[in-house]
Nanobody, 120 residues
Framework: QVQLVESGGGLVQAGGSLRLSCVVS????????MGWFRQAPGKEREFVAR????????DYADSMKGRFTISRDYAKNTVYLQMNSLKPEDTAVYYC?????????????WGQGTQVTVSS
């Protein structure tokens, strides 16, 4: 079974930065792409960013472009989400996902989530 383990969440002031990491446990079951979603209290889960393993092609939700950067380390089976210029509205649980479908909001596998809290 594929396991996705996130880390790097925490409390940060507005304007600050955080880097989330997601380690994929089963290399033999590597997916086509990895991504991040987030879910704020009382809101639906929303797509954040996606990256393909092979070419590193990326796409982002419009509200994250220019502030968030997704990357991957192929050798370490790890995907990162660098978040800069954080805003209080970025507060959410961030989930790593395998083979994410941005529009449908689905994925083959999910991590347990990591809390990001941005204070004003």
């Amino acid at each position: 079974q594929v396991q996705l383990v996130e880390s790097g969440g925490g409390l940060v002031q507005a304007g600050g930065s955080l880097r989330l990491s997601c380690v994929v446990s089963r290399r033999t079951l590597r997916s086509y792409a990895m991504g991040w979603f987030r879910q704020a209290p009382g809101k639906e889960r929303e797509f954040v960013a996606r990256i393909t393993w092979s070419l590193g092609s990326t796409d982002y939700a419009d509200s994250m472009k220019g502030r968030f950067t997704i990357s991957r380390d192929y050798a370490k089976n790890t995907v990162y989400l660098q978040m800069n210029s954080l805003k209080p509205e970025d507060t959410a649980v961030y989930y790593c996902a395998s083979d994410p479908a941005p529009v449908a909001g689905t994925a083959n596998y999910w991590g347990q989530g990591t809390q990001v809290t941005v204070s004003s």
